[in-house]
């Protein structure tokens, strides 16, 4: 029975993190959606969304949400810079969004009434961008952004 239960409860574990990767990808594929459309919006081609940028953003977004932090510079990962150089990744230059927020929508809505997201957002600087969203038991959302210069 034990062994059951074990079993059990290791395959629900498993639903659950299959079920929060996809709700995150969806809510990923939501944020470059919009950013993409209001790229289109005003002139700009859209960004490549580039998979290892997407995990190094998600690393830091759950980072954020595992620690209950919102900032730009992790004990643990550093700044942006210093995550993407440290897995070796190659980038002329690098810019970094980040939010906590109700949902994916509103925090993209934040990005554009600020003025340094806002330029993140829609710059012509960028070619890359990565996108991880973490997502709370209550549903709040982590989001970061990070954006590269090839």
Not at 88 to 94: A, D, E, I, T, Y
Request: some cysteine.
């Amino acid at each position: 029975m034990k062994r059951y239960l074990r079993a059990a409860l290791a395959a629900l574990m498993m639903l659950c993190l299959t079920l929060s990767g996809a709700l995150a990808q969806g809510e990923r594929d939501q944020l470059y959606r919009l950013m993409t459309e209001d790229r289109a919006r005003y002139g700009k081609p859209a960004l490549v969304l580039d998979a290892q940028l997407c995990r190094l953003a998600q690393e830091k977004a759950e980072d954020m949400r595992d620690h209950n932090y919102c900032a730009h510079v992790s004990p643990r990962l550093g700044n942006a810079r210093q995550l993407l150089t440290d897995r070796g990744v190659s980038f002329k230059g690098v810019g970094e969004n980040i939010a906590r927020s109700r949902d994916v929508a509103h925090s993209h809505a934040a990005f554009l009434s600020s003025w340094g997201h806002r330029i993140n957002e829609l710059s012509g600087s960028w070619t890359h961008v990565g996108i991880g969203v973490a997502v709370t038991k209550s549903g709040f959302v982590y989001v970061c952004e990070v954006f590269v210069r090839r």
